[in-house]
């Protein structure tokens, strides 16, 4: 026999919900940990707020058990009170259903498992039973598994969900303006995914606002039982405090009118939303309230290529066809003007030995130009290709993507992905860096770019066409995780390596050998030490390069003549990377780049 609920979704009129339980409890509540720790700490300002929800005109309230998921409340040491969260949070919506009267549905708020560092895949479906199963006991309707970034985490909620009970449940995934979660899934393959599930019914809540919500439902289509509960707007920090926009209660009634017209059976609030905007749905609702426009989703205009298939760069073209490859690396400016770097690389590229020059990022810790801005000025100005240097130290993945799409449209297509120096070893100790990928992750970053994608899967408005370096250590202490690192780039779509200043190609012979050949093609690091104090200091200061014993002898033994000796040793490198390499790239001395002719100009 069908459940009353989904009678009711299917006669109607459409299901009145709650609004944001979750951030008016943390209002209302000054210290907790989570708002669901309200439930047993202010019992009373729980049931104050579903009473005030059901006062507006709501049908249907949600237990304050959205996080109180065991593995969300073992991070706020709560995991002790996974059982009297969850069953008090049901005791008290039964509780403000009964003082108000009314015949409200009690549903169970279940959301995701928040991070899952150190959570297996097969451990992620018993936590969200045990939830389901505590919340069944004490005695709710139905089952509210909603705010799904995730669709995969979605569907093994539904599946846990379904193995302890069988009361109806209402999915609800967070879409965007465009429709897409943020994992890039649309709204219209959700929906059909989700059709494998026996669900009351399906649809958005969180999000981006009313919009989103619209939008999502528009993708669905007519079909099913639709469900609506869009935050108020994208929320804004202010002294501290998040604030939500002003939407109007008549924002709100247009907003009911429209969802209902989508399909929409269950139409309610998220967070931001008060009393008084669902008040304003259930006046919509209640009087079938028409649209007064059809709903309109802006079309996304994407932007075609010119050519099917990305220009070639000179550097991949160089390297496709076996041409040496000659680079010299420049630290962009400290100060906040280009003249110094762009007369210096002007020189370069004029003496007809230098075919690139890439850029640093803040080497050493140290703040410096951008380097993608930097290779927009030398590649505006000085006519020569760069390969500027990109590292996840100090920028979130978000930020990452917006300076490579912008110098990508700025004409820069060769990049090379590193992890850089930490923070801590440069002018900011106290930094620990962003980091929110590593060198291989924003490999990843730049080939779903390339392929018409962002980092969490979804279009953007047209692909970029980079030509992708990763930098590999052959001299590493720990060669095993060396390898394991480099052809993790690999795979993530490196197109070749540059290498670690090496002071002995013998490190770059036995990395071949152990790697079992050069996937993709390598530059070698050339560095023109002119003094056995640097070399000592390089080898003993500097991460990741090994100046070897002898090569430090035999700088010390030139005495004055030491600069001489670091040349000819260059040299020496630069003709034995002729037999083993693509090319080189020349690390030149401290504030001297055009010192590296001196090496290049000797063909």
């Not at 479906?125 to 505590?134: H, I, M, N, R, S």
């Not at 380097?371 to 505006?380: H, Q, V």
Request: proline share 6%; charged share 25%; hydrophobic share 45%.
């Amino acid at each position: 026999m069908p459940d009353r609920f989904e009678k009711r979704l299917e006669h109607g009129p459409p299901v009145v919900t709650d609004g944001g339980m979750g951030v008016l409890v943390s209002s209302a509540v000054p210290g907790l940990r989570c708002p669901e720790e309200a439930n047993i700490r202010a019992p009373e300002s729980v049931v104050t707020l579903h009473a005030s929800f059901i006062n507006a005109g709501a049908e249907l309230i949600e237990t304050n058990t959205f996080g109180a998921n065991r593995h969300k409340l073992r991070s706020q040491f709560l995991e002790d009170e996974v059982a009297a969260i969850n069953e008090t949070g049901v005791k008290l919506a039964r509780e403000a259903r009964e003082i108000s009267g009314r015949d409200v549905y009690v549903a169970g708020s279940i959301g995701p498992l928040g991070e899952l560092g150190g959570l297996a895949a097969d451990e992620r479906g018993p936590v969200f039973a045990e939830q389901a199963a505590l919340l069944e006991g004490r005695g709710v309707d139905l089952f509210m598994v909603e705010t799904f970034f995730d669709l995969d985490e979605l569907t093994t909620a539904i599946e846990a969900v379904q193995g302890v009970s069988r009361l109806p449940i209402v999915a609800l995934l967070t879409f965007d303006e465009d429709a897409e979660t943020f994992g890039g899934v649309s709204a219209r393959d959700a929906v059909e995914r989700l059709s494998a599930y026996e669900l009351a019914a399906v649809g958005a809540n969180h999000g981006a606002g009313l919009h989103a919500a619209l939008a999502a439902l528009e993708a669905m289509g007519n079909g099913r039982p639709l469900a609506a509960l869009p935050n108020v707007g994208l929320a804004s920090l202010s002294g501290g405090r998040v604030i939500y926009p002003h939407a109007t209660p008549e924002y709100f009634a247009e907003f009911a009118a429209q969802a209902r017209a989508l399909g929409a059976r269950v139409i309610g609030g998220c967070c931001g939303t008060t009393p008084t905007e669902i008040a304003a749905i259930a006046r919509a609702v209640e009087e079938e309230r028409q649209p007064t426009a059809p709903f309109a989703a802006a079309e996304r205009d994407l932007v075609v290529a010119a050519h099917e298939r990305p220009e070639e760069t000179e550097l991949a073209r160089k390297l496709r066809e076996g041409d040496w490859i000659t680079c010299v690396e420049l630290d962009p400016p400290k100060g906040g003007a280009y003249e110094s770097m762009l007369a210096v690389t002007k020189t370069l590229k004029d003496s007809g030995e230098v075919g690139f020059v890439d850029i640093n990022d803040n080497p050493m810790a140290r703040a410096r130009a951008n380097a993608l801005m930097a290779a927009i000025a030398i590649e505006r100005t000085c006519a020569i290709e760069t390969i500027p240097h990109v590292t996840p130290r100090d920028t979130s993945v978000m930020g990452l993507q917006s300076q490579l799409l912008a110098a990508h449209a700025e004409g820069v297509r060769n990049v090379l992905a590193v992890t850089g120096d930490p923070p801590h070893v440069g002018d900011y100790p106290g930094s620990r860096g962003v980091y929110e990928v590593d060198s291989i992750g924003l490999a990843k970053v730049v080939t779903r770019l390339n392929a018409g994608e962002d980092f969490n899967g979804k279009a953007i408005d047209a692909p970029t066409s980079f030509f992708l370096g990763v930098a590999v250590n052959p001299s590493a202490d720990d060669l095993e995780t060396e390898l394991d690192r480099f052809r993790q780039k690999v795979e993530a779509g490196a197109q070749f390596a540059m290498t670690q200043a090496l002071f002995d190609l013998g490190y770059l012979d036995r990395f071949e050998e152990l790697v079992g050949g050069w996937p993709i093609p390598i530059l070698v690091g050339i560095f023109m030490v002119r003094s056995h104090q640097l070399a000592v200091r390089l080898h003993n200061e500097v991460p990741g390069i090994v100046v070897p014993e002898d090569v430090q002898n035999r700088l010390r033994d030139a005495g004055p003549r030491a600069a001489e000796e670091g040349l000819a040793l260059a040299r020496e490198l630069y003709a034995q990377a002729r037999e083993k390499a693509a090319g080189v790239y020349v690390i030149p001395p401290f504030k001297q780049p055009d010192a590296a002719l001196e090496l290049l100009g000797m063909d």
